[in-house]
């Protein structure tokens, strides 16, 4: 496939995504026929109050944990049919998928510049290779002068940049981050909230990023509600 054909592709789309837990009178339905386009150098919002199915239909598109029903497709592969894989999920996320969570979970023995750099060698990337891209990332998020630093001597919005660059490290065509921003102010908040944007519309990775966060609810495209297993 050209790069020009590749670049047409959504980042993601999802058909019909349902996933229930248990049976019988423990059936609990936690996503309901979820249908998802999200194209590349997109950034998303995906809001609602606990409970609602976000975590659900992350996770399912994440590969980690297969919906019940439906199917989904990233950069115009289709990986999953409902609990069946299509692909090797776990070669897939290295290769296609970056993810950024509510904690950094940054290795603590590891240094900024460790943490990113890891996550291309165990993709056969050479150090030397990965020690330029590394640097290349933190610089571009803002944080190379932090790269010889262990994760305790960063503070938290720093974390989350070398969290990001990590997210990054393997050229993904989507970001899935889970409430990245619920441990930082406001400010510290808003800046990540807008390091996904410039990662979607500079980089050409899409970003889908749930959060309960409404206040920088400008920085994204479009926004998606969930409710009751449900995309409204």
Same mark, same amino acid.
């Given at each position: 496939?050209?790069?020009?054909?590749?670049?047409? &592709?959504?980042?993601?789309?999802?058909? %019909?995504?349902?996933?229930?837990? %248990?049976? %019988?009178?423990?059936?609990?339905?936690? &996503?309901?026929?979820?249908?998802?386009?999200?194209?590349?150098? *997109?950034?998303?919002?995906?809001?609602?109050?606990?409970?609602?199915?976000?975590?659900?239909?992350?996770?399912?598109?994440?590969?980690?944990?297969? $919906?019940?029903?439906?199917?989904?497709?990233?950069? %115009?592969? $289709?990986?999953?049919?409902?609990?069946?894989?299509?692909?090797?999920?776990?070669?897939?996320?290295?290769?296609?998928?970056?993810?950024?969570?509510?904690?950094?979970?940054?290795?603590?023995?590891?240094?900024?510049?460790?943490?990113?750099?890891?996550?291309? !060698?165990?993709?056969?990337?050479?150090?030397? @290779?990965? /020690?330029?891209?590394? &640097? !290349?990332?933190?610089?571009?998020?803002?944080?190379?002068?932090?790269?010889?630093?262990?994760?305790?001597?960063?503070?938290?919005?720093? #974390? #989350?940049?070398? @969290?990001?660059? /990590?997210?990054?490290?393997?050229?993904?065509?989507?970001?899935?981050?889970?409430?990245?921003?619920? =441990?930082?102010?406001?400010?510290?908040? /808003?800046?990540?909230?807008?390091?996904?944007?410039?990662? @979607?519309? !500079?980089?050409? =990775?899409?970003?889908?990023?749930?959060?309960?966060?409404?206040?920088?609810?400008?920085?994204?495209?479009?926004?998606? *509600?969930?409710?009751?297993?449900?995309?409204?």
């Amino acid at each position: 496939m050209t790069s020009e054909a590749l670049a047409d &592709m959504p980042a993601v789309e999802t058909s %019909g995504l349902t996933k229930v837990y %248990g049976t %019988g009178n423990t059936e609990v339905v936690a &996503m309901k026929n979820v249908t998802l386009r999200v194209a590349r150098g *997109e950034v998303v919002a995906l809001l609602g109050p606990s409970g609602a199915g976000k975590s659900t239909l992350l996770t399912a598109i994440g590969l980690v944990n297969p $919906p019940t029903a439906g199917r989904v497709a990233i950069v %115009g592969q $289709p990986v999953l049919d409902g609990e069946r894989a299509l692909v090797d999920l776990r070669a897939f996320r290295r290769r296609h998928l970056g993810f950024v969570f509510q904690k950094a979970n940054l290795i603590p023995f590891l240094t900024a510049a460790e943490n990113v750099q890891i996550a291309m !060698e165990i993709n056969d990337m050479s150090p030397r @290779a990965a /020690r330029h891209r590394t &640097m !290349e990332l933190l610089g571009y998020l803002g944080v190379a002068d932090r790269a010889s630093h262990y994760p305790d001597a960063l503070s938290g919005g720093q #974390q #989350q940049r070398v @969290a990001v660059a /990590r997210a990054l490290a393997n050229h993904p065509g989507l970001i899935l981050a889970d409430e990245p921003t619920a =441990a930082l102010d406001s400010m510290r908040g /808003r800046q990540v909230m807008e390091l996904f944007r410039k990662v @979607a519309h !500079e980089r050409g =990775a899409a970003a889908l990023v749930v959060t309960h966060d409404h206040r920088a609810l400008d920085v994204f495209d479009r926004t998606y *509600e969930m409710e009751d297993g449900q995309l409204r």
